[in-house]
């Protein structure tokens, strides 16, 4: 029988000292414990799966560690990348934020679901991430390994597993960050979450 698993993996823990929001910015690679955390998440997946990643620099050098490990190559898909919102954020500092955009940060803490100065709503990126999940595993045969960012993935794996977008910072992954999940028929089920050692974090969008 086939492997018709699907891991959700967020990239790993990025170099980024200034504490900027990076967002969908160029420019931000993994930090020495990143690459380390893909090197650790790869010993989580089956060997030659099909690995798809979001085309930010920090996810595809994390699938590309991943890959080399296991005996994969690495697909590319657009629709993979960051949720929308950071954009608005992106190259400021996280401690000016709330000067910068008074109530933003707040407001994408307490109630995500309901934040009209975001490009993307919270239920737009969980569709597209989902949907991109949904294809890939349609079109692949074997397991399955899709690299993106911490709001997407999040987004995406409530949006598979039927549960309320409202709880998009309740046990949210880590970096490199294995989720788990199959479709069963018309249903899709979570497995389980695993994650590396985790360093010093940034706040979820720096994801």
């Not at 709001?151 to 046990?171: C, F, N, V």
Request: glycine share 8%; net charge negative.
């Amino acid at each position: 029988m086939r492997d018709q698993l699907v891991y959700l993996i967020r990239h790993g823990e990025v170099h980024n000292p200034k504490g900027i929001v990076y967002a969908d910015l160029d420019g931000y690679e993994l930090s020495e414990l990143g690459r380390a955390q893909a090197a650790e998440a790869a010993t989580r997946l089956p060997k030659r799966p099909i690995i798809v990643s979001s085309p930010l620099q920090r996810a595809v050098e994390t699938a590309g560690i991943i890959a080399a490990a296991v005996s994969a190559s690495v697909v590319i898909d657009d629709e993979l990348t960051e949720w929308y919102l950071g954009r608005r954020w992106a190259g400021h500092v996280w401690e000016s934020l709330d000067d910068d955009f008074p109530g933003e940060l707040t407001a994408y803490f307490d109630h995500p679901t309901r934040l009209p100065f975001s490009d993307e709503s919270l239920e737009a990126l969980a569709t597209r991430i989902a949907g991109r999940v949904r294809r890939h595993r349609e079109d692949v045969v074997g397991p399955l390994v899709i690299v993106s960012h911490q709001d997407p993935i999040q987004a995406g794996r409530l949006a598979l597993t039927d549960r309320p977008l409202g709880e998009l910072h309740r046990d949210k992954p880590g970096h490199c960050a294995v989720i788990t999940v199959e479709q069963e028929r018309d249903a899709w089920l979570e497995h389980g979450m695993w994650a590396p050692r985790q360093g010093a974090l940034f706040p979820p969008v720096n994801s």
